[in-house]
């Protein structure tokens, strides 16, 4: 398949286990932030968001977190799956201003059978 | 929902020519944005076009440049290709209202400058 990143840090679970994938996102101004999954070969796919006045959100087996204080965001998996493994991108925008998504480096995450 | 279709989906081109890339978002959405994504730079925004203009733009050279079609449709043109040029070129939609708005992306135009 093609590759996303070369040299990502890798993140290896065992299936069932709980993962937990960081991200340091750079500008203080940002008030939007989105957690990306991308497979081999395809486009990146939307997992779960969250605005800068909320410090935590699930959705189902998803859990992000927002520390605003040391602008830091997580993204926790609940019991991983085979199908989980992929490349993990945290993404932060600004509702004024330029619109765009800047995103982070990414992680991979390999899940162990 | 049909989602967010790109065409082609792999192109190899030479250095000096140029090449025009296809986006149809998601049926409703008027915001399209263009990436790039490269192993040693990762994903780079190139511009978002909103109601057939160009709305917000990246930090890429002029030979990069876009449009959007009355359809939404847009098109992405790189002229005078570069090596480095070779990419994943990804196009996302969005319904394209006020505020930041969730970015749903299609699966690449995978591009190789020899």
């Known amino acids: 398949g093609e590759s996303v990143g070369l040299h990502l840090p890798t993140l290896s679970v065992q299936e069932g286990d709980n993962s937990i994938i960081n991200c340091a996102y750079s500008?203080?101004?940002?008030?939007?932030f989105i957690w990306y999954k991308q497979e081999s070969g395809k486009g990146p796919q939307f997992i779960i968001d969250?605005?800068?006045?909320?410090d935590k959100r699930q959705g189902q087996r998803v859990t992000v977190l927002l520390n605003k204080t040391v602008k830091h965001l997580s993204l926790q998996i609940a019991a991983t799956q085979p199908g989980d493994s992929a490349v993990y991108f945290c993404a932060e925008g600004m509702d004024t201003g330029r619109r765009a998504l800047t995103f982070g480096s990414g992680t991979r995450l390999q899940v162990q059978p | 929902k049909a989602g967010v279709t790109q065409t082609p989906r792999y192109l190899i081109k030479t250095r000096g020519q140029q090449v025009t890339l296809s986006c149809s978002p998601i049926?409703?959405?008027?915001?399209v944005s263009w990436y790039q994504q490269t192993p040693g730079q990762g994903l780079q925004f190139l511009f978002e076009?909103?109601?057939?203009?160009?709305?917000n733009k990246g930090n890429f050279p002029g030979r990069f440049s876009g449009r959007q079609f009355s359809n939404s449709r847009s098109e992405m043109n790189v002229s005078t290709l570069e090596l480095g040029d070779s990419a994943l070129y990804l196009c996302?939609?969005?319904?394209?209202?006020?505020?930041?708005?969730?970015?749903?992306f299609g699966p690449g135009t995978r591009l190789l400058v020899l």
């Open positions: 049926s409703g959405h008027r915001s």
């Open positions: 076009y909103f109601s057939e203009t160009q709305r």
């Open positions: 996302a939609s969005s319904p394209g209202g006020v505020f930041q708005e969730t970015q749903y």
């Open positions: 500008n203080s101004a940002s008030d939007y």
């Open positions: 969250i605005r800068s006045n909320m």
